[in-house]
């Protein structure tokens, strides 16, 4: 097994997950089978119980594990079906090792981060690496691994501990580090500035791992005297280091750094040239060319509470996207926070509330995606409303599709106290109940979720028939 690390320095969100996840394509594209892990240092065992507005949405996986959004990223990009252990967190980790100690596996050692909290994460990684996800036998040849957070984040010590440990016991010729910085450029005197990217390698080496390739992230291409200053004080060849400038749509970064001959040294560095072919993007070029050339457009509302931040719906953009282009369409997703549609903001502002339902009366369609809480839940029966009236094409995701049923049995079966035990568990007419197995005092893994079957009870039921 072959594996490449993906980490990230200077700030968060530079788009470690859409890298890792065009090396992964860059990969494939040259014949290799490939998998991929997330390891996100944070507390939580899982993505579950977070905010969306804190990561991003909460990608759901066929098991029905809660994981980070750059899981949904490698099985969009990759064409994978991953498992919830392709996801380790801080919390998965400690849990493990201190249910080991509590069943005496230690035999009376102290335990402590080195060597049992890194041991554990070594062996996660391993074990996982080897679990087929691309629907074939046996397991991938290469294992891309994205390090979540900041290179010298406190909570991030420990897997840098053990993946330095790692990387030496799996040798040089199994193991690529590929770190992605900034190289900002000062609107001031026009300059791309290394110094942050010298000051995040530095600190890298000096927790034990030394980069093979540096990803540069910029508004615009590296010049020449930027990559030979970046490669003298990083000690990466300035044919190693790459530019991911900013892109129209993230379908191109494969091609960029396939035009930069990203998989040549990534192939060096893993002694695999010997059995790579010419990366083949056909497919791949076809789709990203086709894309930009779309002029007609379709709009579609998407009505909810994370509206300020768009990776909160990420797989849910994605799925439009995804379905936009098989209808030679360029997608336009125009926002509506929820509330801003109730009667209660036309008279605190109305402004807001004014263009809200210009907003909704201009879509072709209308999404009422996921969410918790009662917040704004008025605002999206009026969507649903609004839509089922006017023959507007309606998708309600989860609390969308509760939405849907609430406001039909409002508006049309007469019942106007109906409503969803989640909102009013004491209602007299619940047109939605709550799972049996839900749990009302924990909210951590306790819904039923991903790809599972249903029973029928009774076989010729409406539920059935439709």
Known sequence: MKYVLVTGGVVSGLGKGVTASSIGVLLQACGFRVTSIKIDPYLNTDAGTMSPFEHGEVFVLDDGGEVDLDLGNYERFLDLKLTRDNNITTGKIYQSVIAKERRGDYLGKTVQ???????????????????????????????????????????????IEALGQFSYRVGPGNFCLVHVSLVPVLNVVGEQKTKPTQHSVRQLRGLG??????????????DDNVKEKLSQFCHVPSSSILTLYDVPNIWHIPLLLRDQKAHEAILKTLNLRGVATEPN???????????????????????????NLSDAYLSVLKALLHASVACNRKLVVDWVPAENLED???KEDPDAHKSAWALLKG??????????GDRGVQGKILAAKYARENSVPFLGICLGMQIAVIEFSRSVLGLHDANSTEFDPKTKNPCVIFMPEGSKTHMGGTMRLGSRRTYFHVADCKSAKL
């Not at 791992?209 to 590296?222: D, F, G, H, M, Y």
């Not at 990203?288 to 509206?307: L, Q, W």
């Open 209 to 222: 791992l030394t980069p093979n390739l540096l990803a540069c992230r910029s508004s615009k291409e590296l």
């Open 363 to 372: 879509a072709n369609g209308i999404l009422v995606p996921g969410g918790f």
């Open 344 to 346: 209660d903001t036309s």
């Open 113 to 159: 981060v080195v060597p049992h909290i890194t041991d554990a994460i070594q062996e996660w990684i391993e074990r996982v690496a080897q679990i087929p996800v691309d629907g074939k036998e046996g397991p991938a040849d290469v294992c891309v691994i994205e390090l979540g957070g900041t290179i010298g984040d406190i909570e991030s010590m420990p897997f």
């Open 281 to 307: 993007f056909k497919e791949w070029i076809a789709t990203t060319k086709v894309y930009d050339k779309f002029n007609e457009s379709v709009r579609i509302a998407m009505v909810g509470k994370y509206t």
